[in-house]
């Protein structure tokens, strides 16, 4: 009665209404981040199966190509992905090899448009075959014993040197006590450094970067603008991130690998030792190393 009459009642009234109306709010935002999530992971998904895809059409085009060749009798004794103590095993063998005075030939080819005159010669008809394999070094000897091809992450100026052995440098096939490994999304950083050749995870974040818009019209190019300032927000905190590394390392980020998407990569060239296009999802430290793995392979093509 003493509520009706001060007006209590009606106030307490609309109360409970606004309390009502904000869980709904707050339901329906708990939503909308749930598919928020669900939409980002799905688009994730389709972006790595289009690159295998994409990988898929130039294995096909290449098979084609060879198919209908003037080598088309030609393949490889088999190929291998090289990784961790495999890839030592192998580095080893190879060298171990040795030989006369000028018995061992190592050859840089960086691409397929021409071979260098030395390996024309000793591989003679299955030069094709490091054509093919390009860019990659080209090992054999003059017994012909050996007769391999190699494409490791990084892959030295070009050359070719007949010696005693191969020449080998262990820091085109692995990383060293100074590299640093930085994996970079437009909505996601990671940052990792080498320990006696294991990946130490630093640090990482994701950034809340809406994800594609099909709408059409002005409402479109608003949503991307929204969208690229959201990037370029994300990039300048990555940048940061490196500085504030950099600046509190002894050492430095004197070896930086950047790895992640094509279409923010460019931002970072200038500060990098290398750069390289890799498929990675999950969250920063998982994406990181899924991303290490993918870039420290070396693929080997028997001869």
Known sequence: MLDELLGRAELKARIAELEDERDALEGRLSGESDRRKEAVRARQEAEAEVNRLEDRIEE??????RLSGDDDALDYRGTEDLRGDRLHEILYRLDSVSTGAEGALT?????????????EDAFDERAPLVRRAAPCLAL????GLVSVALSPPRLPDAFDDWGESFSLDET???PTAETVVALVRADLFALGRYDDGELVYETGFESDVKSAH?????????????REGQIDDHLDECHETLDEYVAGDA????????LGERAVLGEFRER???????????????????????FWMTRLYRL
């Open 60 to 65: 096909l085009e290449d098979r084609v190509e």
């Open 272 to 294: 990098a030792s290398q750069t390289a296009t890799v498929d990675a999802t999950g969250d920063p430290e998982a994406a990181l190393r899924t991303a290490s793995r993918e």
């Open 251 to 258: 050492e430095g980020a004197s070896d930086l690998v950047v």
């Open 140 to 143: 054999t000897d003059d017994a």
């Open 214 to 226: 099909s709408k059409g019209g002005f409402s479109q190019s608003r949503f991307e603008r929204i």
């Open 172 to 174: 085109w096939f692995a």
């Open 107 to 119: 050859a840089v080819v960086p691409d397929d448009r021409s071979l260098p005159a030395a390996v």
